[in-house]
């Protein structure tokens, strides 16, 4: 993995290279005082993840992130614990609180590596696949919920349900719905198309649950009654072969 490191404190910079040289694995790319010249070095090169604080001089990094359209994996590390709910709005990997304690960076590095292994490893399969033949889709997924990337089977998952800015996901082994901040575009991405439709502007379900279609207007997942939009209505018989 490739990183930068974006702090107006020279100290919290060393403290991040020094814990960053201590695991191994990581390569530094650069390490910047300036947010703006860090936007420039994040465009040039390739790089998997950035460290950043978020009170910095001309640029804060929630601002960074914003301006930044092909973001990598970021990690916020920042003296103020109350930005944690709008670093993790942004899909931050981490975020980590000043003083940095080094078992604690341990668990946001193990985050990112984990992410970027399933990334690399998809874009593999990607890449070797035949144009004429159909990409096979990990079989499992991870989501964003709260503090944690929560792995999720796909054959495990009944139905999403989408709420405004936020999807929640039920599956076997929970009665709680995960609940991840994303949208129906970015989840549909990452599921088997053989085994997930969308059936109305707030529901996707998985297929292999179905139990039974009603008056062609429901669908009958165990025992929840999930409506049949009908702009979705001619696809899903379609697929179904009703």
Known sequence: MRCVIIDDEPLAVDIIESYVLQIGGIEIVAKCNNPLDAISIINKHHVDLVFLDIEMPNLTGIELVKAIDNIPQFIFTTAYAEYAVDGFNLNATDYLVKPIAFHRFLKAISRAKEKYELEHSFTVNTSSASPKDEVTKPRFIFVKSEYDNIKINTSDIQYIQGLKDYIKIFTL?????ILTLSNFKEILNKLPSEEFIRVHRSFIINTSFIKAIQKTKIVLINDIRIPI?????????????V
């Open 173 to 177: 082994d929970t009665k709680k719905a």
């Open 229 to 241: 939009g009908e702009t979705y209505k001619e696809e899903v018989f379609k697929k179904l072969g």
